[in-house]
């Protein structure tokens, strides 16, 4: 049995007025061909960033093994308990 996933996709059509100079840059660092690509990439990313969770959040939440070493992984060693 088949099934075919349809993911629906909505797209948002806009006009906003963009520094040209930043505009190069990122184009020039990302190297995407078009406005479009930099600011869909540039949205996505900032999501993404600002998605996962802050690591201060965090604290006291997390409970380590009493022989957890950082300094083990850090330095890539197997002997890690």
Do not use: P, W
Not at 41 to 53: D, Q, T, W
Request: hydrophobic content about 35%.
């Amino acid at each position: 049995m088949c099934h075919n996933v349809y993911k629906e996709v909505y797209r948002m059509r806009t006009n906003v007025v963009i520094d040209d100079d930043v505009m190069q840059k990122a184009m020039g660092l990302s190297r995407l061909k078009t406005k479009k690509e930099v600011i869909d990439r540039a949205l996505r990313e900032f999501v993404e960033i600002h998605s996962r969770k802050d690591l201060l959040d965090l604290r006291g939440q997390i409970q380590f093994a009493d022989n957890y070493d950082y300094t083990a992984l850090r330095e890539g060693r197997r002997d890690i308990g």
